[in-house]
């Protein structure tokens, strides 16, 4: 057994955070563009820099596409996108360019994006097994991204390549995240030993965001109430603009700021007859966003790119074949209301309930 693992059997805590960086070939940080992802890499770069192996670091942004947070321009500023973020944020933290990968899903050598593959299964990714969204759209594209150069380390050595997965995930987000330990050994085989740390899981949102300030860190817009206000009102997240497991708030502000966007989830979940999400309908957020009283967007984005039309010819046409998942009882086409076809204006004013005048 080796030193590294002598150290996990003691548990997570126990952990000498420079040992465990010194014995890895390969350091790979998950840049979100997101604030925790950027937390999360400055502490293991500065870990690898006293290891003396920070020429180890390699950065990454999976990127979803269209789906996730666009750049945008407000008063003749231009704000970048999570993916440029991401590279901004590896190029601040000393990362070559070589060094840092975007990756992308294609299939047929085009983009394959995931809201594609949510309308050919007919599932969204609460209903998937293991959150496939990051599952397949996020680890498995970059575990396959390093397949060459884990083949090249074996050949060349003579044994499995050591791998860091750093992730920003922390307990503070959700109840799931509060479960999951800082460290542990995901992989083990004749090719790679992997091991996901999670340094920032003990932060509070606070600290982060305040640290982010402190240190004159670039945030994503989406993060504010609007573009370049800096002042972390907006989306409490940063990653997919409507996450599925996003909470009311945010998925209020992704739809009011991405009409577009929201209108194409609309259209899967209606013709799949499959809510967006356990608690409500995409199609019950395009209505709520657009009443009095529904958070301020700051900012609405025609997303009128050559990528979204892409997304959208391909979401189109799986929507014409049947979906690959059985529907489940109770869902499947003609289960939910159209967009515009929730309205409840009628039926309360029936009530006696007088709201269309208080509209
Ligand atoms: S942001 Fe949400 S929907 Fe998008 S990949 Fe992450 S968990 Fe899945």
Redesign the pocket.
């Known amino acids: 057994m080796s030193a590294q693992l002598d150290l996990f059997a003691t548990g997570p805590a126990a952990f000498d955070a420079v040992e465990l960086v010194a014995a890895q070939d390969f350091i790979i940080v998950n840049l979100s563009g997101g604030k925790d992802g950027l937390r999360a890499a400055v502490i293991a770069r500065d870990t690898a820099v006293r290891a003396g192996v920070e020429d180890r670091l390699w950065t990454v942004h999976a990127s ?1 596409g269209p ?1 996730e947070w666009p750049a945008c321009t407000l008063n003749g500023v231009r704000y970048p996108s999570v993916g440029e973020l991401a590279a901004e944020h590896s190029r601040l933290l000393g990362v070559p360019p070589e060094r840092h990968l975007e990756l992308r899903r294609h299939r047929d050598g085009v983009p394959y994006d ?1 809201l594609t593959f949510i309308a050919q299964r007919g599932d969204w ?1 609460w209903l998937g097994p293991a ?1 496939f ?2 599952g397949d ?2 680890t498995k594209l970059i575990y396959g991204a390093f397949s060459a150069t884990v083949r090249a380390f074996v050949k060349a050595h003579g044994r499995p390549a050591r791998m860091l997965n750093v992730l920003g995930l922390r307990a503070d987000e959700s109840p799931d995240r509060r479960k999951r330990k800082p460290l542990l050994r995901t992989t083990e085989n004749t090719h790679r030993i992997v091991d996901e740390w999670l340094p920032a899981h003990a932060e509070t949102t606070s600290f982060v965001k305040d640290w982010t300030d402190a240190g004159s860190w670039p945030h994503h817009w989406a993060y504010d109430s609007a573009p370049g206000a800096g002042d972390w009102a907006g989306s409490s997240r940063c ?2 603009s409507a ?3 996003s909470n009311h708030r945010d998925l209020l502000l992704a739809v009011a700021r991405r009409p577009r966007l929201a209108a194409l989830y609309a259209e899967v979940e209606y013709a799949r007859g499959i809510p967006f999400n356990p608690n409500t309908t995409i199609t019950a957020l395009i209505e709520e966003a657009a009443r009095p009283g529904a958070p301020d967007p700051g900012v609405v984005l025609d997303d009128n790119t050559p990528d979204f039309d892409a997304l959208q010819t391909a979401v189109r046409a799986a929507l014409t074949l049947p979906p690959k998942r059985k529907p489940r009882p109770g869902t499947g086409p003609g289960t939910l209301p159209p967009l515009g076809g929730g309205c409840d204006g009628c039926s309360l004013a029936g009530d006696g309930l007088l709201l269309l005048e208080e509209l």
């Open positions: 979803l789906m995931l990714p959150r969204c990051t759209w996020k990653s997919c996450c599925v497991f």
